[in-house]
C-alpha cells in the first residue's frame, strides 16, 4: 500500500494537467431548500491544507456595510475552523458567491450551476478522483487513494474563498425518472490570493482570473453542459472581478475542447516547449479571453462543443 501511495502521489506531482475525462454517473439531490430552476486542466498537486476558518472578524471601521456574521455563517460551516480576518470586501464577495445561481434550459432537460456546497463535496470528489484516475491510466484500484487527494485539494480550495471557488453544475432530465443528479464541476482562481502555488505551464498570470478542473459526467456528455460551465464561470468572473481577461489551459492532443475554446472566443497566447516531454506532462496551449462586458453564447456554438472539459 505504501508503494501504491508513492506512486500515485508521484502521479499526481508528475503529471498535474491531464485531462479529467468522468466515468461516473450518480444520482445527487440537491440540499433541501434550493429549488431546481428550469428555465480541464487536470488536478493541481495539493499544498498542505492549511486549515483556514471563515470565522468574521471584522475590521474595526464606523462604517460596516450591510454584510454580517450571520449571514456568512449561513453560507459556510463548522468545517472551516482556526481563525481569518475577513474584510468588507470578502464579505460582500462570500454573500456574491452564496446567491450565484447560473439556470440553463437545454434541448434533453435542465440544468443549473452554481457553488458546492459541502455536503456536496464527497459526490465532486467522486466524480474528479474517477476522472483523473482515467486521464491518468490509473487503476481504480487506487480510487480511494485519489479520493483523498482530492478532497484535501478541494477542501483546500474551499478555505482560499472568496478568491477561489468550486462550481457544481446539476441537471435533470426532462421526462426522465432519475430527479436531479451531479452533471460537472468547475474551479475558478479570481486572484493571486486564490492561485495555486504550482499552476501549470505554460504560466497565466497569478492575478488574472483564471479556469481550471472542468469536468463533465461521461453520461451526460455533448449535451451543451461543459460549454455552460465556461459560461457560468465567465459569468461569476464578471460579477467577482474587475479584470476582463481570463485564463484557461487546453493539451494540445485535445481537439474537440480546443475547438470549444476557439468558439467561446478564447486564444492562444503562448505553447509548451517539447521538452514538457521530458517531465512526462503533455503539451498544453495557455489561452486567453478578453470578457466583454456581458458575455453572449450562441446555441449552435453550444451543440457543437465536443467532450465538453478543460484541459
Not at 192 to 218: E, F, L, Q
Amino acid at each position: 500500500m505504501a508503494a501504491a501511495a508513492a506512486a500515485a502521489a508521484a502521479a499526481l506531482k508528475l503529471s498535474p494537467y491531464s485531462d479529467l475525462q468522468p466515468q461516473c454517473q450518480r444520482e445527487f439531490k440537491p440540499t433541501k431548500g434550493q429549488p431546481f430552476i428550469s428555465s480541464p486542466t487536470p488536478l493541481l498537486p495539493p499544498r498542505k491544507l492549511r486549515r483556514c476558518s471563515y470565522k468574521c472578524c471584522l475590521p474595526p471601521s464606523s462604517s460596516t456595510n450591510s454584510i454580517t456574521p450571520t449571514q456568512y455563517f449561513s453560507f459556510l460551516d463548522e468545517s472551516f475552523r482556526g481563525s481569518r480576518v475577513l474584510t468588507n470586501e470578502d464579505l460582500e464577495k462570500l454573500k456574491a458567491l452564496e446567491s450565484f445561481v447560473y439556470p440553463q434550459q437545454l434541448e434533453s432537460g435542465s440544468l443549473w450551476v452554481r457553488v458546492m456546497r459541502t455536503e456536496e463535496m464527497d459526490v465532486t470528489v467522486g466524480l474528479l478522483a474517477l476522472s483523473f484516475a482515467e486521464s491518468m491510466f490509473m487503476s481504480l484500484q487506487y480510487e480511494a487513494l485519489l479520493r483523498f487527494f482530492v478532497k484535501q485539494y478541494l477542501m483546500e480550495r474551499r478555505a482560499s474563498m472568496p478568491h477561489a471557488v468550486t462550481l457544481v453544475g446539476f441537471y435533470r432530465e426532462e421526462g426522465g425518472e432519475r430527479g436531479e443528479e451531479l452533471a460537472g464541476t468547475v474551479e475558478i482562481c479570481f486572484d493571486k490570493r486564490g492561485a495555486n502555488a504550482s499552476p501549470p505551464t505554460p504560466t497565466a498570470p497569478k492575478n488574472s482570473p483564471y479556469i481550471c478542473n472542468m469536468t463533465v459526467t461521461k453520461e451526460l456528455r455533448r449535451r451543451g453542459i461543459g460549454w455552460h460551465l465556461l459560461k457560468a464561470s465567465e459569468e461569476l468572473i464578471s460579477r467577482m472581478t474587475s479584470s476582463k481577461e481570463v485564463y484557461l489551459h487546453c493539451r494540445m492532443i485535445d481537439e474537440a475542447p480546443f475547438n470549444m475554446y476557439i468558439k467561446a472566443g478564447y486564444n492562444v497566447i503562448q505553447t509548451d516547449s517539447i521538452f514538457i516531454l521530458l517531465t512526462l506532462q503533455r503539451r498544453k496551449h495557455l489561452m486567453c479571453k478578453k470578457l466583454p462586458v456581458s458575455s453572449s453564447f450562441s446555441e449552435s456554438d453550444m451543440s457543437e462543443s465536443g467532450e465538453e472539459l478543460l484541459s
